[in-house]
């Protein structure tokens, strides 16, 4: 060989040995160590080398991975060792039986099983796949099947870059099957569903369907272009290697081997452990970026498992304790329009009452007419609701085969439904709107809830039931009338005593003193949410010379472009909205006067993006974000590459982790305060 060739065959090795580090790095350790520039760079080079010398290339390259073609269909792949299932488990009751089922069976087998050890594991919400390395080599990847028969989807598995194309260590086994779930990010999910939809593609409707329909793709590039991901939780055949006595001991060496595992397993201690575990790991769903269903619990101990061996496909030594569903089907009763403060109509859906998410469900948004087209919902119609954590359930599809002759179709009402005015829908937009303005009643609650809530005036004790009667009994037709009202008035109400009608004024009374931001982020503007009132209120030191600036004015504010400042100009020169504004400054309400705009600029955390997480002891999150967005800061919800300061509170969440990660500078509580102190009065 030539000392040239020589040269060009150790700067191959080399830079595939250094993608597969930072792979290992990235996708099982969760901890880049390069800038996505360098890795881009080191895979160009290889390319380049390999597409020069392409007998050079082997299979295990990172190159491998993505660009092979189609295949015509799937081979069928008969699993040496069978892959289980799980059995399941609804309530602690069925937890505890499970616990006692096992402990009477090991003692039964002479085991002395009294201080059983579990690993628990989240039950990722993906499809199970089994990968096989031979003398450390990825050689094959199939799907569960049946249990005892999948299909060969190699070409497939080999596009994740989650999955090691060869194993690290030394010592390896001669045969080694690893076995996992392959899933689909959520945040990967909803922009497929999103891409999908804008292209009026069919979407998926769940993640566990998009990741099994990715894996099952003809087209490996297809698959290559969504990420999927895989986090393994056991062995299938082995040969050549001594097994660790533990499913813990598994866990480590899977990880060990460059095997992604969850992070979120642990070692748990008796029935109770694996109860509280439960429970973790529930208030964590929300947070993970991907979807679980449940916990998976194992007997940790692999000859005890042995000994308990299984019953049909499921082991005895292992049970998933799964959530509540969040997905129920029921049928749609009717449809109606609910009028938004903005006058915008929101179809709901309302339904059959079902338990779904843990809690009973009789509505779910159908968000606008564009998607009830989309999904093609009719009243009459089987759907599947979905409740997820707190967010309102909502219609994820419609069960065509069981739609009756007699469905109706929705149609948009040309009248308001709850004043008569005309409803409107502009080209181009998806929302329809009634143009009843604050003539409407459903805009006039709906813009009175707003100017009460709690990051607005903050008026404590002014519920969306009072102010339904307020607005019903026309005591209330303005928000400026709210302060016209007296304790005669109010314990005239329904559940209104003297007490709470005392309360309910002294919290008026309070609300008079406010700051610049919130009094017109109270007004309801649209499209002016928080951040937009405070850029307003930093710009302008007086609310007359804020609602006389021009549209161009406006657009001069950081993050105010053009369809925001003609809304806002538009709503300064309506008449009524004047006269609704002179009223409440009639009433009393003021605010500090503003601070120079060079007082806020001067402050360190100014132009600064924040992000909090964890609990902090002296004020509330809501209280800590009005204070950074009134030095200048921005407050972000996730951490991200553009985050300045990640401020850490008590019992952090994942978003500390990230931060550490990536880099970003966290501060505590304390410097919070600091920073709060230093700022101009
Ligand atoms: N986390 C996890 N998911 N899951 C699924 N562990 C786990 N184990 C399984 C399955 C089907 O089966 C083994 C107990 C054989």
Redesign the pocket.
Known sequence: MRAADRRQLAELEQLRRAIEEHNYAYYVLDAPTVPDAEYDRLMRRLTEIESAHPELITPDSPTQRVGASPIAQFGEIRHNKPM???ENAFDEAEVAAFGKRIGDRLRAAGFDAGDMAFVG????DGT?VSLRYEDGIFVLGATRGDGSVGEDVTHNVRTIAGVPLRLRGKRLPRVLEARG?VYIPKRAFEELNRRAAERGEKTFVNARNAAAGTLRQLDPRITASRPLNVFF??LGEVDGWDLPETQSGILKALQAFGLRT?PEWELLEGIQGCLSYYETIGKKRAQLPYEIDGV?Y?VDRLQWQDALGFVSRA?RW?LAHKFPAQEELTTVRDVEFQVGRTGALTPVARLEPVFVGGVTVSNATLHNMDEIHRKDVRIGDTVIVRRAGDVIPEVVSVVLDRRPAKARVVELPSTCPVCGSDVVKAEGESVARCVGGLYCAAQRKEAIRHFCSRRAMDIEGLGPKLIDQLVDQDLVRTPADLYDLTADELMKLERMGEKSAEKLLRALDKSRETTFARFLFALGIRDVGEATAVALARAYDSLDSLMDATEEDLQEIPDIGPIVATRIHSFFQEEHNREAIKKLLAKKVHWPKPQAPSAVAAHPLSGKTVVLTGTLSSMTRDEAKEKLTALGAKVAGSVSKSTDYVIVGESPGLKAQKALELGVDVRTEQQLLDWIKAAPE
């Not at 594991?121 to 990722?124: N, R």
């Open positions: 289980l299932s799980l594991e989240p039950k990722v199970a779930e939780y056991g969850s998976v194992k082991p292992a």
